[in-house]
């Protein structure tokens, strides 16, 4: 079977009745590269930028930025890179900020919420990005959007960055992407007014199944409620796609469900345009898809968000694939 999907490696994903996904790479460094493309990634759907912050005790310079970017958006060669600003709090500390500690810090003072308050680490990371946009195909996406203000505010952080540069001479590119990830509810209710101001959205599920069912993922006896099969979780999906094309933008997903093999079924069926995983995922989702049909599974899928449970919609899942092999 691997040799079956190595054959795959510089193939574009194309299903069984001829539609188009993109298959994309979460990485965390730039030494991931290598993997990405051993595996065949048609760009890099997650740059996880905290790495860059983290392991140290001082914050990283615009330049140490700049050069990890640069590294990444060069040795993709202008297929898409969507670097995620620095999204730090929750499960992921940086103790040299001496932030209070929180009762709960998933719900609490992280990511872009910690970026709009703190500024100057946030300005920094933007410029050491904007720099680098000449390099490649990047695509810059905001964590944890939970209103459309904050969109708002972030993107006018970034103009204002773009403005110094441009008038300090540097060279920037001219088309850069500005997306948000879509993990807290709110944001997947009202995805069509956010559909109108942001160029793509990323579904988070790794956050939006928590935040959803109110279950915390790192908490084992909760763990049973962590469902990504639910179909509050896949009618939240289809409304931030439908929203996404209504407006004619696009939609990914970065969480661990767009690498799962029972929800690839689903998440074609439900119109997702790119699917953001660990690289050594791809070439089996390359395989998988090429022998689906899109319009099979947008049926599938149609049936799938009226069943009642997770469990329900596994087996309905489970049955049709099984049909189709
Ligand atoms: C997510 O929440 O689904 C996601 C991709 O981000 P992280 O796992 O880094 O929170
Ligand atoms: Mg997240």
């Not at 997650?46 to 392991?55: A, D, K």
Request: with cysteine.
């Amino acid at each position: 079977q691997r040799a079956e999907w190595a054959k795959l490696v510089n193939e574009q994903t194309v299903t069984a009745d001829g539609h188009h996904v993109e298959l994309a790479a979460n990485i965390g460094t730039p030494e991931d590269l290598k993997g990405v493309k051993a595996n065949g990634a048609e760009g890099i759907g997650l740059y996880r930028t905290e790495f860059l912050y983290m392991g140290r005790d001082t914050l990283p310079t615009e330049e140490e930025q700049f050069t990890a970017y640069k590294a990444v958006l060069e040795g993709m060669k202008g297929k898409p890179v969507v670097v995620r600003t620095l999204d730090i709090g929750g499960d992921k500390e940086l103790p040299y900020l001496n932030l209070p500690h929180e009762m709960n810090p998933f719900l609490g003072f992280r990511a872009i919420r910690l970026c709009l308050e703190e500024q100057d680490i946030f300005r920094t990371q933007l410029r050491a990005l904007l720099r680098a946009s000449v390099y490649g195909n990047l695509k810059i996406m905001f964590p944890m959007i939970a209103t459309v203000n904050e969109f708002r505010e972030a993107k006018a952080v970034l103009l204002e960055e773009h403005a110094k540069l441009e008038s300090e001479g540097t060279a920037l590119s001219e088309n850069i992407e500005l997306g948000i990830m879509v993990e807290i509810p709110s944001t997947a209710v009202i995805a069509d007014l956010f559909a109108k101001e942001v160029d793509f959205f990323s579904i988070g599920t790794n956050d939006l199944i928590q935040y959803t069912m109110a279950a915390d993922r790192m908490n084992e006896r909760v763990s049973y409620l962590y469902q990504p099969y639910n179909p509050s979780i896949l009618r939240l999906v289809k409304m931030v796609i439908e929203a996404a094309h209504k407006e004619g933008k696009w939609t990914g997903m970065c969480g661990e469900m767009a690498g799962d093999e029972l929800a690839i079924p689903l998440l074609l069926g439900l119109g997702l345009d790119e699917f953001s995983m660990s690289a050594t995922s791809i070439l089996k989702a390359r395989a998988q898809l090429k022998h689906l049909s899109k319009s099979d599974m947008e049926a599938l899928a149609a049936e799938a968000i009226t069943l009642s449970t997770a469990a329900e919609v596994v087996e309905r899942v489970q049955a049709s694939t099984q049909k189709n092999n």
